[in-house]
């Protein structure tokens, strides 16, 4: 069990950037894969991305690929989704979640965050 608060989102004009936390409380975070997921308006939610423990391994949903990168400091805590060149379709409620699995499935992330929204405009 581990609780989750984001933070970091906000308002932002189109091809700026943003820089999303997730701080975590609890003794065994370094053993959770964290992920990012996101829900625009009328949607439903999809994965963003993904980090193992060790951030050997990450996994982008295609629309962010090369825009969006996730990081963790396991001695903070604190996982990261810094999000470069963002564009108004990136609106959304940021939620990040912690797994025991490597998996983009959000019915396989047992903790979740409050969310943060997130608004990029035209």
């Known amino acids: 069990q581990v609780q989750l608060v984001e933070s970091g989102g906000g308002l932002v004009q189109a091809g700026g950037s943003l820089r999303l936390s997730c701080a975590a409380s609890?003794?065994?975070?370094?053993?959770?894969?964290m992920g990012w997921f996101r829900q625009g308006p009328g949607k439903e939610r999809e994965f963003v991305a993904l980090c193992n423990g060790s951030s050997s391994f990450t996994r982008y949903a295609v629309s962010v690929k090369g825009r969006f990168t996730i990081s963790r400091d396991n001695a903070k805590n604190t996982v990261y989704l810094q999000m470069n060149d963002l564009k108004p379709e990136d609106t959304a409620v940021y939620y990040c979640?912690?797994?025991?699995?490597?998996?983009?499935?959000?019915?396989?992330?047992?903790?979740w965050g409050q969310g943060t929204q997130v608004t990029v405009s035209s």
């Open positions: 609890g003794r065994t975070f370094s053993n959770y894969v």
């Open positions: 979640a912690a797994s025991n699995l490597i998996a983009t499935e959000a019915n396989d992330y047992h903790d």
